[in-house]
């Protein structure tokens, strides 16, 4: 609020252009005022206005100029269409996991009911009218011939027969109409409006709840997307884990990126009919014609959120991952062995480690709505306060891909096992859970040959830009014949190009490479053996043993550099699962949380003594053994 001047009392200013004082209506001069402005801009030579362009309404020259097409669907009528071939789609990729997988039929049968609850969760468009447009490929003259033909007599008696049934109907009605008209006026009160007065005082509390909740469906139904391709995907895999198949993310990534299922620029196929592509437009087509498959991480949110719609709103529960095949297969890939299976198994038992597409660990909560268009936050339309009825989870990340919270326990147990931050750890004692393992020089070593040469990401290699100057003339014929069965297949050859001017090679031999190519590996393997530590060796030199001085490091920096031995483990199970390294460092640090929650919980405490060196070396003995205890497996793995 502006003050008022000392002498006059007005509260009307204005500032002085040359001085910058404060002058009132009056022309009073306040003295504890002045406004400088030091920093002045040269003019410029051009006038700068400032325009407002109005933009036209927009128009479909194509349509205006005669050349687009007219078989072309829109609206209502291309969602349509576009459902369709969706629906198409899920068949054709049905048909072909069975024969690839050899799934029973019954699982044909499970994706058509998982199919009717996406249809049931998701806004369809309208069922189209038959449509009024001209068949470009019959004559305009269609009409005269028919009254030429000789069944054009009997249509016309059935039309009159028709019209003599809706006259009479329509006498009938009418009266019904006059009987109404003549009890009014007999009694000066409208039946109908008394029949609806009385059904609105018969009306029951039930039948209100009933219509509030179907007004609440109609509008949680209106908020969600329409059915899009990746939808097809998230039913196969939600009816594999119905049949409890193990299977895993990364694997549906890879046959959709081989084309051994339909699905990559499937708008472009020759499994559509003809009937359906003539009438197929840009945005249809475009829709239709995924470029690649989606992440297992994407892949799996979608699968999680689908099976939340069919616990809350249909009450069908999707029965947990068959976790040990699962398990075997991610820790197998990273050169595991049975005891590794077994301590990586004990490890996400002890840390309730969420094998299930649900949160378990839920609460139910009230909040106040959400305030929209015309009532205040808080208030609902007739004026009471209503609370809104929502879950949350108590457990941060409760639901993770299975495979990757798979290969973070294998990191950690790393960790445990290895240390991975430059030091050297030996096995003192013969109950320590590291005796069996193999030596960390030797697989680490591995992990970063396969890294190099790609070989734990499989086909999956061949996605990446391919540096033909280094591969020999096999490999690269091995390539551009899978290029051509990849990109040719279900797609019609053009016409008006001709064959490569250079014939393939007739003996090439195709390249699979082995499903588990670490035999080798641990054929020739060398494993831990406990050590005992010399008398004369001095108690400040007493290497460190497994599960002791474990360092935890933060996903979210990325400034920070990881220590070789760790960033080698981190990427060799990033792209095992077929994830990024940020994801699998997050969910590593999750379950170290938990880790230490549950060490807590059981009394084991990490503290250090200060007083000497030799307390130091007891609290690490302590540490190791606390851990140890915690992975020890209680029956002997052969």
Known sequence: MPRSCPACGSRKWRKDAVTGNAICEEGHVYQDFRSENLVTEPGTNYALQKRRMKKAPRRNRRRELGTSNLEHYH?????????????????????????????????????????????????????????????????????????????????????????????????????????????????????????????????????????????????????????????????????????????????????????????????????????????????????????????????????????????????????????????????????????????????MALLDVNLSLQERAVEIRTRAPRARAGRSRGSSPMGEDERVIYERTTKYMDTTLPELSAAAAWVILMKLAYGLDGETRRALVRSDPAVGLPTGESWLGELKHRLATGALRGKRADLDAQDFGSKDLGDIDRYLDKCESLLLKDREFPSDISAFPLPPRSDIDPKVPAANSWHAFHACLETIAPSRVADEEPTHTIPLIPGDSLRSYDAKDLTGTLPPEYEVVLKAAAEVVGVAEEEVAHVVEILERRLEKVRKDRGETRGRSRRGSRSRSKSRTGRASSVGGVLRKRASVG
């Open 75 to 347: 609206g209502d009528e291309a969602e349509w269409l576009k459902m369709e071939t969706i629906q198409l789609a899920l068949r054709y990729q049905v048909q072909a996991l069975r024969k690839l997988w050899s799934l029973p039929d019954v699982y044909e049968m499970i994706v058509r009911d998982l199919w009717a609850y996406q249809l049931a969760t998701h806004p369809l468009p309208p069922v189209p009218e038959p449509s009024s447009r001209p068949d470009p490929s019959s004559p305009q003259d269609e009409g005269g011939e028919k009254d030429d033909q000789p069944g054009g007599d009997k249509s016309d008696e059935r039309d009159e027969s028709d019209k003599e049934h809706d006259g009479s109907g329509e006498d009938k009605f009418d009266q019904l109409d006059r009987d109404g008209d003549r009890s009014e006026g007999e009694d000066g009160i409208d039946p109908e409006l008394l029949e609806r007065l009385s059904d609105s005082s018969d009306r029951s509390d039930g039948e209100k709840a009933d219509e509030e909740v179907g007004e609440r469906d109609r509008r949680w139904k209106k908020k969600r997307r329409r059915l899009r391709m990746v939808d097809t995907l998230v039913t196969l895999v939600v009816g594999l884990w119905v049949l409890r198949v193990p299977v895993m993310n990364v694997e549906i990534q890879g046959i959709v990126d081989e084309n051994q299922i339909p699905y990559i620029d499937f708008a472009h196929t020759t499994l559509l009919p003809e009937d359906m592509t003539k009438h197929m437009n840009r945005d249809v087509i475009s829709a239709l014609s995924p470029r690649s498959a989606p992440r297992p991480t994407y892949l799996f949110d979608q699968c999680r959120e689908f099976a939340r719609t069919l616990s809350r709103h249909f009450g069908i529960a999707v029965p947990d991952v068959n976790a040990a095949p699962v398990i075997w297969r991610t820790i197998s890939a990273l050169g595991g062995t049975p005891t590794t299976y077994a301590q990586v198994a004990r490890l």
